[in-house]
């Protein structure tokens, strides 16, 4: 199979701090990850997609200088939430694409973030 | 644009009883379907995913899925709940020039009761 992990399961932080969030792929490389924000009994939705070695694409309505989105390497994307705010707690959840972008493409994903701010 | 929709916020069946969760998707081409579990807390699980083919599609935990192109659905559906199911549930629609982006539909779900 394939293993995306995600680091740390849970932070609590300060108003006004930053927080980085890690996604791995542990067992596969993967040139595309993504990044996807789920409130409470609600749906996920993308942030932005993160290409290895390139700027991250971000979803209409998301702050790209509050998300910081890093993908340095083709098994860590890494996802900062800069100068945080208590209306930033989530559940945040990568995911990495495994595949060549056709009928073999498959995404496999973190088991997610619980961030809140205090 | 695209967009999945499913109109079922929570459903409760009974153990034993079968399941079929509605999954109606907008798109303008043929798109991938996926049918995804999300235990409370965690991440998600790939139950099955539908790209081309046979319309009915069969996934874990014995659950399947049928492809309708006509009624832009695509049901989950498994013959005996059991009560390690109860979870939440959601469908999603990828591009096919855009591998591993997706859109979630609203999620529904399930409690099973003895």
């Known amino acids: 199979g394939a293993v995306v992990s995600q680091h740390p399961s849970w932070v609590i932080c300060k108003s006004g701090t930053s927080v980085k969030i890690e996604c791995r792929s542990l067992?596969?490389?993967?040139?595309?990850m993504f990044w996807y924000r789920q409130f409470p009994k609600q749906s996920l939705m993308l942030m932005a997609t993160?290409?290895?070695?390139?700027?991250?694409?971000?979803e209409q309505g998301v702050e790209k200088d509050k998300f910081l989105i890093n993908h340095a390497s083709l098994t860590l994307s890494t996802l900062t939430v800069t100068s945080a705010h208590p209306e930033d707690s989530s559940f945040y959840i990568c995911?990495?694409?495994?595949?060549?972008?056709?009928?073999?493409?498959?995404?496999?994903f973190g088991q997610g973030t619980r961030l809140t701010v205090v | 644009a695209q967009s999945v929709t499913q109109p079922d916020i929570h459903i409760t069946v009974s153990e034993g009883a079968s399941l079929e969760l509605r999954c109606n998707y907008s798109y303008g081409a043929t798109p991938y379907l996926f049918w995804y579990v999300q235990s409370p807390g965690q991440g998600l699980q790939l139950l099955l995913k539908?790209?081309?083919?046979?319309?009915l599609v069969q996934g874990i935990k014995g659950f399947e899925a049928e492809f309708k192109r006509s009624q832009s659905s695509f049901n989950l559906r498994k013959p005996s709940v059991h009560w390690s199911d109860a979870a939440e549930y959601f469908c999603?629609?990828?591009?096919?020039?855009?591998?591993?982006?997706?859109?979630f539909g609203q999620g529904t779900e399930l409690s099973v009761k003895p």
């Open positions: 999603a629609v990828g591009a096919r020039n855009q591998g591993g982006k997706l859109i």
């Open positions: 995911s990495a694409t495994k595949g060549t972008g056709g009928i073999d493409t498959e995404a496999f």
């Open positions: 539908y790209f081309s083919g046979d319309t």
């Open positions: 993160s290409n290895e070695g390139s700027k991250a694409t971000y």
């Open positions: 067992d596969f490389q993967a040139t595309t």
